[in-house]
């Protein structure tokens, strides 16, 4: 057969790249698109089975350079592989997705603070954290929280505006609820009193500050950034990671976990005045962030974890005397914990309160145990897998009902199995060094980084220049994500179920704020 007439079949290139969590490879090699292909991958992510990780914008050029690419990382969670996809925009202004994808309308309104662009159509186009642009001549911010709020018109509507400033040791945060009588109609959260510039700050890095930066994006997360940040250095540098770090990041990754479960059941005890369990878990997540502080010397992880590796080993008297004291922590945890479920006033406080229907969940791209409170099987543990979870399986925990109860029982069962792992691993502590040398990033790639906080999906990204630094560092804590799904939780509900609705999904205004 003749070559004209060969069935052999046209080879096309992939319109996405294609790689696997905590990979880097040549910026070069991700497709470049122009902005109406680029948009229609998006649009078309979700029906693929997939969803927004990340959304970002880099300089093309020089600072006066109006040049903008934007970079889209798609994860594919049935699939474990992440997409990436580019665009590049010579002006300013491009057409919104948001009103047929609501997943990106946090990303958009950032990509207009950072970088001076003008989402068309946009339907809420406001602030996000109020920081100044990253683009020469994009203008100044406005002060901080002064901007438009939305307004129901009515006789009987009325107007509840709580914060920025809040009673007790508590972040400042600025909610705004629109009520007719007890119930609320529309809540809309103002955030960005807590931006810090991080992003920023890493910028130029590594440097031996940007671990610290790392680990302070949110404080009750700092395994968990620490973890996401040191795997994009290491997957930058070509460097393997000896087995015995990976399973001491593990258990310090899942301490804090359980840590922080169990401090949120705690204080939803509280919140509907159920003394004993609010007062047991209040002690016991104490009990938990000891046993972390064995390990390194911070209740909060703090200088555990460094790229390569850990700078923290454990000696198998050390390993034997954490697992019983964790063995106590869970028996007294059952024993507190189970009072909630046997009390039928909380369950009633509990059930179908703060709904999140599994579809308003999944068009906000919502994640971590909000999502699988929700029924969405979104756990990067066991659908992206990195580190110790490349081999030891943890399940997936999740609820269909989307209310409190469900967020709720949700932290229960990740208690329970983060325990099992921990208690397994440190019985099984492989041998060997814990820390490996690192060497110099490799120019011009990205990488991408994704980490299953306590909270959700933790996601970094960063992109070397012709030197191997960070050209761009971008961070996404799943707080940014999740703060949309708060206020979607309480329409209809009383006002008084904020609180608790509130701490039910517990998000983080540092890890949103940056």
Known sequence: MSALTSTRPIERPAPVLSISNAAARPLAEVPRHDLGTFQELLLAAQARGRRVSALLGYPLGSPGDPGTGLLAVLAADRDATLELVRTELAGRAFPSLVPRCPELHLFERELAEQWGLVPEGHPWPRPVRFQPPRRAGAGAPPPIGVTSFYAIQGGEVHEVAVGPVHAGVIEPGHFRFQCYGENVIHLEISLGYQHRGVERALAGGPAPRSIH??????????????????????????????????????????????????????????????LPTASFCGRLRGDYLNLTAELCGSRFGRGLLR???????????????????????????????????????????????????????????????????????????TTHPYGLYRFAHIPLSAMPS?????????????????????????????AGGTRAPVGALLPEHVSVSLVE???????????TDAAGRFATYKIVDPSFHNWTALAMALRGQQISDFPLCNKSFNLSYCGHDL
């Open 307 to 381: 790229p390569g590796g850990t700078r923290f080993d454990v000696a198998a008297p050390q390993a034997a005397e954490l697992a019983t004291r964790l063995e106590r922590a869970v028996r007294e945890t059952e024993e507190a914990v189970q009072l909630l479920w046997s009390t039928a006033s909380v369950q009633s406080r509990f059930e179908e309160t703060g709904k999140l229907d599994r579809s308003v969940a999944e068009a906000l791209g919502v994640v971590g145990v909000a999502a699988r409170a929700s029924g969405l099987h979104r756990d990067v543990r």
């Open 453 to 463: 906080g306590w909270r959700g999906e933790l996601c970094h990204v960063a992109l």
């Open 213 to 274: 930066y790392a680990e302070t994006v949110a404080g009750d997360t700092t395994i968990g950034h620490a973890t996401a940040y040191c795997q994009v250095v290491e997957a930058l540098a070509e460097t393997p990671v000896p087995a015995r770090a990976h399973t001491l990041r593990a258990i310090a990754a899942e301490l804090e976990r359980i840590a922080n479960h169990v401090g949120d059941l705690g204080a939803l005890a509280g919140d509907i005045g159920f």
């Open 402 to 430: 989307g209310d409190v109860f469900a967020r709720a029982f949700v932290r229960y069962m990740e208690i329970r199995r983060s325990a099992e792992l921990v208690r397994r691993e440190l019985a099984l502590l492989p």
